[in-house]
């Protein structure tokens, strides 16, 4: 009895372990962020025509033989700019950071446009603002997830959810438009 208790007690630290805490699923994305940059030069690079996005886009894939390690998406639009990098560890999603660079106005509303209409706000790219995301995954799941400001969207909010589906969706469609391009 005493044996069973003790191999059990053991069986249930030793599983307890392998689960990751967010914390330390952001301190190892972050430690593989910056080996994969640090290496990106020694990457094989697959470049495509984002076909699938409204907006006109590039797609790079840095990949070490055939394992995709980074992908950055790129998507320009008259209301703004999108940055997004992925980055992979063996196959799995561990980070992906996005840039969201919202204009004022749209890019072609110039100062004559909005003279003309009797507006006195136009285009300025000094006034654009840039909203930032950072999303943490361990085992391919999203685990954090800092919104603009820096600031942590709850794990147990209905926005944290819905957003790993979206992300993943992303995900893929862009390591298939990478493949089939």
């Not at 962020?33 to 797609?59: F, L």
């Amino acid at each position: 009895m005493n044996k069973t208790l003790t191999i059990l007690l053991f069986a249930i630290v030793l599983f307890s372990s392998c689960k990751k805490k967010p914390e330390d699923a952001v301190a190892e994305a972050m430690k593989h962020y910056n080996e994969i940059n640090n290496k990106q030069k020694d990457y094989k690079v697959k470049r495509v025509d984002d076909i699938t996005s409204a907006a006109s886009g590039t797609i790079t894939g840095y990949y070490r033989d055939e394992e995709v390690k980074k992908i950055i998406a790129e998507h320009f639009s008259d209301t703004g700019r999108v940055f997004t990098e992925y980055y992979f560890d063996d196959g799995m999603l561990i980070f992906i950071l996005k840039q969201n660079f919202v204009y004022n106005k749209p890019r072609t509303y110039t100062e004559e446009k909005a003279t003309a209409v009797g507006d006195s706000v136009w285009y300025d790219d000094k006034k654009t603002r840039l909203d930032m995301g950072r999303f943490f995954f361990a085992n391919n799941k999203l685990v954090k997830w800092f919104g603009p400001d820096n600031k942590e969207v709850s794990a147990k909010s209905w926005a944290f959810t819905n957003k790993e589906a979206a992300l993943w969706a992303e995900t893929i469609l862009l390591i298939k438009e990478l493949k089939e391009q």
